[in-house]
């Protein structure tokens, strides 16, 4: 299995980037995938997942301000990132989602879900 994130780099505040991550290896379309990303210092923070029906969730911290997309044709999911912010500074991970087996796992419905697979980040810097 193996997920490329690309599209990282730097932006003013207020700007806007688009992160890209192709995978292969997987039925992709039978995968919940997700961004998580992490700060210097900071622990990991799950941004978003788009479920297999399309269905997304957003962390609060970037609610009305990313949005996340894939495209099962191309095995390929992104992450449209507007009014970047300073604090929105960290490497982005693509990863796709499954029972926890220890990092970034989160409860939803009474069941523990994580990264299972992920690749190398695509570091996003946000200055002026």
């Known amino acids: 299995v193996q997920l490329v994130e690309s599209g990282g780099g730097s932006a003013q505040p207020g700007g806007s980037l688009r992160l890209s991550c192709i995978v292969s290896?997987?039925?992709?379309?039978?995968?919940?995938l997700g961004w998580t990303r992490q700060a210097p210092g900071k622990g990991l923070e799950w941004v978003s997942r788009?479920?297999?029906?399309?269905?997304?969730y957003y962390s609060d911290s970037v609610k009305g301000r990313f949005i996340m997309s894939r495209d099962n044709a191309r095995s390929t999911v992104h992450l449209e990132m507007s009014g970047l912010k300073p604090e929105d500074t960290a490497e982005y991970y693509c990863a796709t989602v499954g029972l926890c087996s220890g990092r970034g796992c989160y409860e939803e419905a009474g069941e523990y879900y994580g990264m299972v697979y992920w690749g190398k980040g695509t570091l996003v810097t946000v200055s002026a």
């Open positions: 290896g997987i039925t992709f379309s039978a995968y919940a």
């Open positions: 788009i479920y297999q029906n399309g269905t997304t």
